[in-house]
């Protein structure tokens, strides 16, 4: 978005109150108002995921790469997916990710359920202790 600057006619630059709000903190990506705005139930499932995975809620809505992390934050995001339908959107202002990091983690977990056993199992669990019903899933989560 340019504008032209004031003081500076004939040059085009950008307005830096354009910036303002545009990047969270890491505090406001996992902020109160998200639960409250999407309700209880992300809040749930993202410490189901921890759990059982564990590692804390924090470090799953982190920029950490580490396996462990990674696996909770992919099962999150799977779970509310592939059984709720939320939307790709949704589900990255939930974490502080984009839509297209989160149809990227959907496409790896499908990937991961037949490669990687421990995740699968663990997975299962994650969907077991929410009592997850597969009638639930959307056909077309694609």
């Known amino acids: 978005m340019e504008i032209l600057d004031p003081g500076r006619e004939g040059k085009i630059g950008v307005a830096p109150h354009v910036f303002v709000g545009l990047y969270p903190s890491a505090k406001q990506r ?3 108002q998200y639960h409250a705005m999407y309700g209880k139930t992300f809040k749930r499932i ?4 921890c759990e059982l995975f564990s590692v804390s809620v924090q470090d799953a809505v982190s920029r950490s790469r580490m396996h462990e ?24 202002k939930l974490i502080g990710r984009d839509h297209a990091t989160i ?4 496409k790896m977990h499908n ?7 421990e995740y ?6 994650v969907e077991e202790k929410l009592k997850l019903d597969k009638k639930y ?6």
């Open 30 to 32: 996992v902020s109160k």
């Open 46 to 49: 993202l410490e189901t995921c």
């Open 69 to 92: 992390v990674i696996c909770a934050r992919r099962a999150y995001i799977a779970v509310c997916r592939l059984h709720i339908g939320t939307s790709y959107s949704k589900i990255g």
């Open 103 to 106: 149809m990227h983690n959907v």
């Open 111 to 117: 990937d991961w359920m037949t490669v990687y056993p």
């Open 120 to 125: 699968a199992d663990t997975y299962k669990q």
């Open 137 to 142: 899933e959307k056909s077309n989560a694609g």
